[in-house]
Each structure stands twice: as structure tokens, then as C-alpha cells.
């Protein structure tokens, strides 16, 4: 009994050593990360990364890093200067040049008060996944508008207006006043290279706008985003 005890104490002790030299690791690696990105992109701030502990063998012995969560909360684009935070995933990080990235996933969120603060629409306000705000005569219609992007151009388009309890689709409306919804919202935004847009959306916390790229170097990117 006292063997079977002496077993499960030590054996507990190694899991607890290898648990905390796990940790130690991910912590060193994870300061590399926000120290490198603190220095290729200098406007970032509060940033945080995080590793998967399932990850953190194969991280240990190899070249790269399998994967990284890395959360910027605020950042300043370049040219718009408008303030963003930044939900990033990163996969296959070259520990020798750890700003050189296999391939990347961005969140960019312009935050809400900013959407509703710059909004060229009278009463907008977000409501689920749309922006509404007030049309027609006196203001007695409500319109739903999403985010679209197309051409470098993000825009919102009408998807319906209700009036006086009813509902109308965007589709039966004219087409001048949907040109009119487009040109009052469109805003030119410059990709950077090596990354395209795959989606843009709006909810509580602003309009995010996700990009996609493969074998991005880090220091470029911040030249440009």
C-alpha cells in the first residue's frame, strides 16, 4: 500500500513539474510574440498572445510554432487613423524569424460608437446584424442596412425598410434609393498585400471586417495596415 501511495505521489509530481514547466515555456514564447509585435507594429497596444498547451511539445522541438491567438485592443491604421482592435490567428510561426507567418486570420473591429459617431444616417443604431436607421417622410420608416464589400469599397446596402407596420425588401424598392444608401456610406480601405477580405459584418461591438493571407511577413504588414 505504502509502494502503490509512493507511486501516485511521485507520479503526481512529475505531472505537476512537466504543468509547470509547460507554463514557463508558453510564457517565455508568448513574450517573444508581444515584444516582436510591439516592434514591427509600434502603434499596437495592450497586446496579448496565447499558445495551446496540447501544441507546446511539438513547439518545443520544432522550427515553428504550430499556432498562436494574439489579441491587439487597440491599434491606429495608418491614413484613416482610426482606432481598431485586432483578433488574430496565426499559424506556423518561424521561430527564427518570428514575424514571418504561414498563414493569418484578422478581425479588425472599428468599434461600434465609432460606426454610429461617423454614420451619414439619421437615428442609426445597430440592431442584431444590421444598422438601422430612419427613412422616409419625417423620419416614420426604419431601413436595415448590412455591410458589403466589394472593389476595395466597404458600403452598406439596404436590405429592407418597414413603414407604418409594414415590410418591404430591398428588391422592390427603386434603384436611385439604393444607390443613395450605397453613396452615403462607401469608404475606400487599402488592403494590405499578401491579404484579402472574406468577410465584413456589424453586431454590438462595431463593424469587424475579417482578412485571409498565406506567408506574411509581419514588418510589411505593419508598414501597411
Do not use: H, W
Not at 509502494?3 to 511521485?10: D, E, G, N, Q
Not at 417622410?137 to 407604418?164: C, M
Request: aromatic residues 4%.
Amino acid at each position: 500500500m505504502k509502494r502503490k501511495r509512493l507511486v501516485f505521489v511521485a507520479s503526481a509530481a512529475t505531472l505537476a513539474l512537466l504543468a509547470c514547466s509547460a507554463l514557463a515555456t508558453e510564457f517565455v514564447i508568448t513574450s517573444q510574440i508581444e515584444s516582436r509585435i510591439e516592434s514591427e507594429l509600434p502603434s499596437a497596444k495592450e497586446v496579448k498572445a496565447n499558445l495551446s498547451l496540447i501544441d507546446m511539445p511539438m513547439n518545443v522541438v520544432s522550427g515553428s510554432i504550430r499556432s498562436a491567438s494574439i489579441y491587439i485592443e487597440s491599434y491606429l491604421l495608418k491614413g484613416s487613423g482610426t482606432e481598431v482592435s485586432l483578433d488574430i490567428k496565426a499559424n506556423n510561426i518561424n521561430k527564427k524569424k518570428p514575424t514571418v507567418i504561414g498563414s493569418i486570420d484578422i478581425t479588425a473591429t472599428i468599434p461600434a460608437s465609432t460606426i454610429l459617431d461617423n454614420a451619414e444616417f439619421e437615428s442609426a443604431e445597430i440592431v442584431g446584424d444590421a444598422l438601422q436607421v430612419s427613412m422616409g417622410p419625417g423620419g416614420l420608416g426604419q431601413a436595415l442596412l448590412v455591410p458589403k464589400f466589394a472593389d476595395n469599397q466597404i458600403y452598406f446596402e439596404l436590405e429592407s425598410v418597414s413603414f407604418l407596420g409594414g415590410k418591404i425588401p430591398a428588391s422592390s424598392l427603386p434603384a436611385n434609393i439604393l444607390d443613395q444608401v450605397k453613396g452615403k456610406s462607401i469608404r475606400t480601405i487599402d488592403v494590405p498585400k499578401g491579404l484579402k477580405v472574406k468577410s465584413v459584418s456589424i453586431s454590438s461591438k462595431g463593424l469587424s471586417i475579417k482578412l485571409v493571407g498565406n506567408n506574411i511577413q509581419l514588418g510589411k504588414l505593419g508598414s501597411a495596415l
